[in-house]
């Protein structure tokens, strides 16, 4: 299982059967799974710049699904135009720029905070001389071996 998505990729919600939605509804997509294998633990959605989560728990639960049903494709031509140009390069610094994937560091901490935060220190003044801090965009060090010897 990946541990981190690029832009553009999918994570599978993890013990469901992996559905490919994007929006606001995959979220409760992966809900309702959950509820219906009798699941229970966090649920996490990402996107973008937005990060919600729950803890699922035990108890009776009824999904009911109203959706519509497939649609056959429309026997209309499709009109080639010009495709859109766009550089990935380019792309990769704005959203770098939008998002600000960094965590606030102090010089005399080894921790960071994210988001970034002011602190209050032993006089009770308020300190906010932290630098921004890029976050690792890849995982090296995987959850399962943090601690073993």
Same mark, same amino acid.
């Given at each position: 299982?990946?541990?981190?998505?690029?832009?553009?990729?999918?994570?599978?919600?993890?013990?469901?059967?992996?559905?490919?939605?994007?929006?606001?509804?995959?979220?409760?997509?992966?809900?309702?799974?959950?509820?219906?294998?009798?699941?229970?633990?966090?649920?996490?959605?990402?996107?973008?710049?937005?990060?919600?989560?729950?803890?699922? =728990?035990?108890? $009776?639960?009824?999904?009911?699904?109203?959706?519509?049903?497939?649609? /056959?494709? !429309?026997? #209309? &031509?499709?009109?080639?135009?010009?495709?859109?140009?766009?550089?990935?390069?380019?792309?990769?610094?704005?959203?770098?720029?939008?998002?600000?994937?960094?965590?606030?560091?102090?010089?005399?901490?080894?921790?960071?905070?994210?988001?970034?935060?002011?602190?209050?220190?032993?006089?009770?003044?308020?300190? =906010?001389?932290? $630098?921004?801090?890029?976050?690792?965009?890849?995982?090296?060090?995987? /959850?399962? !071996?943090? #601690? &073993?010897?």
């Amino acid at each position: 299982m990946p541990h981190i998505a690029s832009i553009g990729t999918y994570l599978p919600c993890w013990g469901t059967e992996h559905r490919r939605t994007a929006g606001a509804s995959s979220g409760l997509f992966a809900l309702a799974a959950l509820a219906e294998s009798d699941s229970i633990g966090p649920l996490v959605a990402v996107e973008q710049a937005s990060l919600s989560g729950i803890t699922v =728990a035990s108890g $009776e639960t009824q999904v009911i699904r109203c959706e519509r049903g497939a649609r /056959p494709v !429309s026997d #209309g &031509a499709v009109t080639r135009g010009a495709d859109l140009q766009i550089s990935p390069a380019a792309y990769e610094r704005a959203f770098e720029a939008k998002v600000r994937w960094g965590a606030g560091k102090y010089a005399d901490s080894d921790g960071m905070d994210l988001p970034p935060r002011n602190r209050v220190d032993d006089s009770c003044a308020l300190s =906010a001389d932290h $630098e921004l801090t890029p976050l690792p965009r890849t995982i090296t060090d995987p /959850p399962s !071996s943090r #601690g &073993a010897a």
